[in-house]
C-alpha cells in the first residue's frame, strides 16, 4: 500500500511527521466546524459527557460517536491511507478527541512522546500514528503543536533538555497553520502543546491510530451502536470488530 509520494515518505522517515496541507476542501471544513459546535454544545450541556474540561483544555472526548462526520474523517482520502501506509494493514483507531484550547491559556502537556508500553521493545517500530486536523486558523503564537524532528528514532533513555516552556526546546517546529492542514506523527516523535497567547481558541480534531491487537484508550471503546453500524472493511477494523490477532487489511480494502 503506498499512498505517500516518496518526497513524503522520505520526510516523513527522516522527520517523524508529515503535514497536508488542504487536507479538508472549504466545504469539507465548514461541515467540520458546525459538526463540532453541535458536539461541543450538547457536550457542554451535559457535564457527565466525557472530556477534560479544564481551564487549558476543553476535550470533547470521543467525537465519532457525536456525528457521522467524525467516523468519515477517521477515514479521509487525503490523510487516512498515509496514515495507513505509517502504521501498517492492521490499523485500527486507539482514540479521538475534539480539543478546544481557549484562547490566554497555558499549555496542556509538556514535551513527551506518546509511545513507551511496558514490556515491549520497540525502538524501531512505529506503534501509534496521531493525526490532527485543524479546524482554526492557529498562529504562532495560538498553540500550536511542537515537533522535535526526528525524535521519534531517539533511545527511550534520551535526556531531553529539562525546559519549563515547551518553545524553549531547541530545535523544535510548529504546527502554526491555517484551517484545513492536517499532520500526522509516529507517537515515539517528541511533541508538546504550546500556550495559547492569542485571542483565538484553537480547535483540532485528533484521530490516534495503533494496531489491531491494541486496546483503545480507556472510554474510547467505540459503542455498540458504532459497531453495529460499521460495515466496510475498513470500519470494521478500525472500530476494533475482528480476530485479535491476525486481522490486518488486503490492499485492495
Ligand atoms: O494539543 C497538542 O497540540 C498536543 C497534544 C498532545 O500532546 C497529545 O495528543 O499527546
Known amino acids: ?77 487525503k490523510v487516512f491511507p498515509l496514515v495507513r501506509q505509517a502504521l501498517g494493514p492492521d490499523i485500527s483507531m486507539i482514540d479521538n478527541d475534539l480539543f478546544i484550547s481557549p484562547p490566554h491559556t497555558r499549555s496542556h502537556s509538556p514535551w513527551h512522546p506518546d509511545v513507551g508500553m511496558n514490556g515491549v521493545y520497540h525502538p524501531r517500530s512505529t506503534i501509534m500514528v496521531k493525526a490532527f486536523f485543524l479546524l482554526s486558523d492557529v498562529p504562532e ?71 489491531f491487537w491494541m486496546k483503545p484508550w480507556s472510554g474510547y471503546e467505540p459503542s455498540q451502536r458504532l459497531r453495529d453500524a460499521a460495515t466496510t472493511p475498513v470500519r470494521r477494523q478500525l472500530l476494533g470488530i475482528g480476530d485479535a490477532y491476525g486481522t490486518a487489511l488486503s490492499d485492495n480494502e
Request: hydrophobic content about 35%.
Open 141 to 211: 503564537d495560538g498553540g500550536p503543536t511542537l515537533f522535535l524532528p526526528g525524535s521519534h528514532r531517539f533511545d527511550s533513555d534520551v535526556a531531553l533538555p529539562q525546559v519549563e516552556n515547551p518553545n524553549d526546546m531547541p530545535g523544535h517546529v510548529r504546527m502554526a497553520f491555517p484551517a484545513g492542514t492536517a499532520y500526522f506523527f509516529n507517537g515515539r516523535c517528541f511533541h508538546a502543546a504550546t500556550d495559547n497567547d492569542s485571542d483565538v481558541e484553537r480547535r483540532a480534531l485528533i484521530y490516534n491510530y495503533g494496531h
Open 1 to 77: 500500500m503506498r499512498a505517500m509520494t516518496d518526497k513524503q515518505r522520505l520526510f516523513y522517515q527522516a522527520n517523524g511527521y508529515l503535514i497536508i496541507p488542504d487536507a479538508l476542501s472549504p466545504d469539507e471544513l465548514e461541515a467540520a466546524r458546525e459538526a463540532a459546535a453541535r458536539a461541543e454544545s450538547t457536550w457542554r450541556a451535559d457535564p457527565s459527557r466525557p472530556g477534560s474540561r479544564r481551564e487549558n483544555l476543553q476535550q470533547v472526548q470521543a467525537p465519532i460517536e457525536y456525528d457521522d462526520l467524525f467516523l468519515n474523517l477517521m477515514e479521509h482520502p
